[in-house]
């Protein structure tokens, strides 16, 4: 029984396909957009990476010209997202037509009860990567937007019906594979049925360079991913308003929901907006420690990328489980600004601390695919 992969973007890097085309269990990839480096399309600055070598001997199925289409009239919010969704997976069944035997089908969440639905009725397996913690992932965040009403955030819950036909994936899912056990503990409290969760870390093979830069007294603290409240930013900023006067720069790199007027009262905090995946490595090499207080997080690949750097991180406990305590950084023990104050202050002290710049067994494309296959 050979799979059969079916995502919208370039999530962990085509990591799923990835491990299984190694060990040659992969009947096809379909995706949104598939542009190799040749194409005329991989000018467009957001269609770039949607391409991997490791694939290009594959079998890739995607829609580019439809989909670029669709995306330039696309409206925003969750309904340009369902409508996206649903549009994928129309698509996407008329490819699973043309396979033939017996397959299991990977789709990740919210983009998969139709393809689900088609391969039941061909009696396929399916199995579900759950991208986040689900619904309860959505209460934790609106409660963190009650706290903090005056950061004016963009954010919004999601319609009932995107969470009805969430429902129904985990329903005609075989099994759910999610990346933490913060993941897992989230989708019980929603009775989704233990025995079918599957916990298997993100997989990330480092390329960047190894950080260089010399540690001086004055500690470069970096957050980098979507400047949100769902990611502790909030609290970030009320700790950093603590440490006014130490030598502690706060970098904010990333998209951002929360206007920089916000954090105008915070000199020592700076924001740089988008980062270009090329310029990326260059944050990192610049930064002391990585932090991430989020609230809720699937994994948070973002530590993979700090460690492979060697760069030490500072992390909350809603996440993928990275940090061994002392070795390779620290787990904050809440999130309440002035425990993160005080984190970062005994962090500075501790600084440098020698990371090892490469990441442990179970965080590889192999042991993926063992998992997968297992």
């Not at 770039?48 to 669709?70: D, I, K, P, T």
């Not at 020698?354 to 297992?374: G, H, Q």
Request: some cysteine; proline content about 5%.
């Amino acid at each position: 029984m050979s799979w059969v992969v079916c995502q919208i973007g370039a999530r962990e890097h085509y990591a799923i396909p990835r491990a299984l085309a190694g060990r040659g269990e992969l009947a096809a990839l379909v995706t949104d957009f598939w542009v190799s480096p040749s194409s005329p399309l991989a000018q467009v600055k957001r269609l770039g990476g949607r391409w991997h070598e490791e694939l290009a001997e594959e079998r890739v199925e995607a829609f580019n010209l439809r989909m670029l289409a669709f995306e330039a009239l696309r409206k925003k919010g969750w309904e340009g997202i369902m409508a996206r969704n649903s549009l994928f997976q129309k698509r996407a069944l008329s490819s699973l037509s043309a396979l033939k035997g017996e397959q299991t089908l990977f789709s990740y969440s919210y983009a998969a009860r139709d393809l689900f639905r088609e391969a039941k009725s061909r009696g396929w397996r399916c199995v579900l990567g759950q991208i986040d913690p689900g619904p309860e992932e959505e209460r934790v965040v609106q409660a963190e937007h009650e706290r903090y009403p005056e950061l004016g955030s963009s954010w919004e819950v999601a319609p009932s019906r995107y969470w009805e036909e969430w429902r129904e994936e985990v329903e005609l899912a075989d099994s759910i594979l999610v990346n933490s056990e913060w993941s897992r503990t989230c989708l019980m409290k929603e009775g989704v049925a233990a025995e079918k969760i599957v916990i298997q870390p993100l997989a990330y093979s480092a390329s960047g360079e190894v950080r260089k830069k010399e540690f001086t007294s004055f500690c470069k603290v970096l957050f980098l991913g979507q400047v949100n409240l769902r990611k502790g930013v909030g609290r970030l900023l009320d700790a950093m308003r603590l440490l006014k006067d130490e030598e502690i720069e706060l970098v904010l790199a990333g998209p951002s929901e929360i206007d920089s007027s916000h954090w105008s009262d915070l000199p020592k905090v700076t924001s740089l907006g988008a980062i270009p995946r090329n310029e990326v490595d260059a944050v990192y090499q610049d930064a002391d420690l990585f932090i991430l207080p989020t609230l809720s997080d699937g994994f948070a690949i973002t530590q993979l990328e700090a460690e492979a750097r060697g760069l030490p991180l500072l992390v909350s406990q809603h996440c993928g489980q990275v940090v061994r305590e002392g070795e390779n950084g620290w787990v904050l023990s809440d999130l309440e600004p002035e425990t993160i104050a005080e984190a970062l202050r005994n962090a500075a002290r501790s600084l440098p601390l020698p990371v090892r710049p490469s990441l442990s067994e179970e965080f590889t494309i192999d042991a993926l695919a063992s998992a997968l296959l297992k």
